[in-house]
């Protein structure tokens, strides 16, 4: 847990837009092909120092509009520095920055990620019955357009399974928590049912934290469609910040 950002810093990083963007493959485990990436916020301060985007998040929940006006330019900077034939981009959307223009009749993030080919914007397990409702919302603001969903972070510590967001979405993606429990037959065996229920409804799943040869094969074993993590640091593409006066600092 990092504390929060001072306001003048925060500011600062708001007004200099010190934003970055990690783009991390997704590959199929069927042949190895990249079939996408998935865009990460990356932040530094004035130093070129990195700040931890949970953190900058964290900070910028205090005031709503400014997490929106975030999270949008970095949705516009993502978008814009997608690498070329990438193929579907992965991006989060945070749930609060979504309920800031909720009530809009064309909500400005869902107009901006439906008008790019090939966008799977990621829903975070829920936390609460607040959450879950709020996820609602989301999808049905995405049902009719091109945007596919996926349901991010599936099994990670303290978060819920919103059985009616698993229905609706078109990818699932599994937090990197379950390698560390392929020593529990229980947990394995709900790891296998599981993608052979996404298997059996057209459902696309990934694995993510994959960083050893052998947690790739384990997944190909149970099943996964495809993976992602840090086995692939060498197809990882990074931009600087959005306003083009420093480059990210290398960092993972």
């Known amino acids: 847990m990092h504390p929060r950002l001072p306001a003048q810093a925060l500011l600062e990083l708001i007004e200099q837009r010190r934003f970055g963007v990690e783009y991390q493959p997704v590959l199929s485990l069927a042949d190895g092909t990249v079939i996408g990436y998935e865009a990460l916020a990356r932040f530094h301060d004035a130093q070129g120092q990195a700040l931890p985007p949970q953190q900058v998040f964290d900070s910028l929940h205090s ?17 814009a520095h ?12 945070d749930p609060d920055a979504f309920l800031v223009a909720a009530a809009d009749e064309t909500h400005p993030l869902v107009a901006l990620l439906a008008a790019r080919p090939g966008v799977v914007v990621e829903i ?3 936390s609460s019955i607040n959450d879950a409702d709020l996820s609602d ?8 357009t091109p945007v596919e969903l996926a349901l991010d972070d599936i099994g990670a510590p303290r978060t819920m399974l919103s059985l009616p967001i698993l229905l609706a979405v078109d990818f699932m993606k599994f937090d990197r928590s379950w390698i560390g429990h392929l020593d529990d037959p229980v947990r394995v065996a709900a790891l296998r049912h599981l993608v052979a229920f996404a298997r059996e ?3 696309q799943t ?3 934290g994959i960083e050893h040869e052998w947690q790739r094969a384990f997944a190909a074993a149970i099943g996964f469609d495809h993976v992602q993590g840090f086995l692939y640091r060498h197809l990882f593409r990074r931009t600087g910040c959005l306003a083009g006066t420093a480059a990210l600092p290398a960092e993972a």
């Open 63 to 79: 005031s709503p509009l400014s997490l929106f006006r975030v999270e949008y330019e970095m949705k516009r900077l993502q978008l």
């Open 82 to 93: 997608a690498p070329a034939g990438a193929g579907r981009l992965f991006v989060n959307l």
């Open 124 to 126: 975070i397990e829920n």
């Open 137 to 144: 919302a989301m999808v049905a603001a995405f049902a009719g």
């Open 201 to 203: 409804c057209g459902k």
């Open 206 to 208: 990934v694995l993510e």
